[in-house]
């Protein structure tokens, strides 16, 4: 944990785990924090199905439909921005439990709504605790994982993201024949009382942070019940001697708390920034290579092939299905095939496929070939950049400031969210949709080559063996880093 199950840098010696005891108690750590991704994808997409009968309840124009939608994700983007602050002040695990709190206030606030000002207040509110947990959960995850099963424990965020997004799904199926949209809303209560509980009665502080708090003591017990007092003991030293180097490292500018965390300005500095461009080019990569134009279009999409979309919500399973199962092939792969391999995969088959769709509606071909390029896509982005870029937001950036980062990530993330879902259907309607389809195949193209050049591989390593490849790969050390592939 605190990424300390790992070899020390420059050594080749044994790995020390903790007890398979240990790793049972970590994993379920692991899937009660994820509890915050299920939201992410609960959220976003109950009001798919809801929407179709609120619509019709408060007598909502196509102005007001849209803005229900969208006003999330600038409720997300600005709860992502305070969490890295907030998260380096009052800690990781509070932090996630006032988002749950939260969460449930505006559920309660869209299920008792009487008119559209106050469901759009409730959409703001849902989008704070949503972004504040979208960035918050790779970090602690990332905190509390042992190297060997970190990318299979980062990944399941977004396997709870995609099982959140199934189950708004069906939820929507459920109550579509009695058009209860204020009962869809009220199902998400009871993942967010699950967070609020777990982060107020089960769940540990990140070791990581309590030692940044001058709670090493503390954090030495937590290390200690998944391992051993010795392992404990020189986890803590080493957490230790990497804050004291990360701080040195700040400017003078930063908060001067003595917490360890800083100003925004912190992550700016010379030693952190590979890792910040890093993270906030792959966030908006994840956004602009097109896969929320494809979520949240589909049934507009499949009805231009010639089919029927007239029972949207059916549709929308479907694609959720297919989310799911890849991002458990995801789960299965990325610590033993690594993460720089699956996101190269991953756009390259993005670009060919979602080059291919646009191709069949310029040159009309059959609906058959236009679903199945449309399924292939999805399942690469399941497969490789959609699940791994929150492994990786996780480990790229220096312990010191990665709540920080990934706040500054996940922000761009929401940023490019709303972008793109803004922009699609009036560059579709001016371009043609082929066209713009063609847009996201070049993106997907140009990120490849980005990844190929930039992005190290972090399997097995630890952040200081992470940190120097990137500096390598940034042109900060010309000599390449000296680490033993992990096998």
């Given at each position: ?206 070791p990581q942070w309590q030692i940044e708090h001058g709670r090493a003591a503390e954090a030495r017990d937590v290390i200690a019940s998944v391992s051993d007092p010795a392992t404990a003991d020189r986890i803590v030293e080493r957490v230790q001697r990497r804050i004291t180097d990360d701080r040195a490292k700040r400017p003078a500018s930063g908060n001067g708390s003595g917490s360890g965390s800083g100003s925004g300005r912190g992550l700016w500095a010379p030693d952190f920034r590979p890792a910040l461009v890093l993270g ?208």
């Open positions: 944990m605190v990424q300390g199950f790992s070899r020390e840098p420059g050594t080749h010696g044994p790995v020390t785990t903790p007890s398979p005891a240990g790793i049972r108690k970590i994993t379920w750590w692991a899937a009660a924090i994820a509890v915050g991704g299920f939201l992410f994808g609960f959220d976003t997409g109950v009001v798919s199905g809801a929407l179709l009968y609120i619509r019709d309840d408060f007598g909502l124009n196509s102005f007001q439909q849209g803005s229900v939608v969208s006003v999330l994700l600038i409720g997300s983007v600005i709860g992502a921005m305070g969490a890295g602050k907030l998260a380096d002040r009052w800690g990781r695990r509070r932090l996630l439990g006032v988002a749950g709190g939260v969460f449930l206030a505006g559920t309660a606030v869209a299920v008792f709504a009487t008119g559209y000002g106050m469901l759009l207040t409730a959409r703001i509110v849902l989008g704070l605790a949503v972004g504040t947990a979208s960035a918050l959960v790779p970090v602690y995850l990332s905190e509390i994982s042992p190297t060997e099963i970190r990318g299979r424990l980062l990944t399941m965020n977004q396997l709870m993201i995609t099982v959140g997004i199934l189950v708004a799904y069906l939820v929507n199926l459920v109550f579509a024949d009695g058009g209860d949209w204020r009962a869809m809303f009220a199902c998400g209560a009871v993942p967010a009382l699950v967070l609020v509980v777990a982060a107020a009665w089960f769940l540990p502080e990140s906030l080019t792959l966030a908006a990569v994840q956004q602009f290579g097109g896969i929320n134009t494809i979520i949240y279009y589909a049934p507009t999409i499949i009805e231009q092939t010639g089919l029927s979309a007239s029972n949207s919500i059916f549709y929308s399973v479907a694609i959720g299905a297919i989310n799911l199962l890849m991002t458990l092939v995801a789960i299965k792969l990325v610590d033993r095939v690594g993460r720089r391999p699956m996101v190269l995969v991953s756009l390259a088959v993005m670009a060919v496929s979602v080059f291919l769709l646009g191709l069949a509606f310029v040159a009309d071909f059959s609906s058959g070939l236009t679903l199945l390029f449309m399924v292939v896509y999805i399942a690469a982005f399941a497969g490789g950049l959609g699940p791994v870029f929150w492994t990786l937001i996780g480990e790229i950036f220096p312990p010191s400031v990665r709540a920080e980062g990934s706040s500054a990530s996940t922000a761009v993330n929401w940023v490019s969210n709303f972008i793109v879902s803004l922009a699609f259907l009036p560059l579709a309607n001016v371009l043609g949709q082929g066209e713009t389809f063609w847009i996201f195949a070049g993106i997907c193209a140009l990120a490849f080559v980005f990844v190929s050049r930039f992005l190290p591989e972090t399997r097995g390593r630890g952040p200081e063996e992470i940190e120097r490849d990137l500096d390598h790969r940034f042109g900060r050390d010309p000599n390449p880093p000296k680490t033993a592939r992990v096998p």
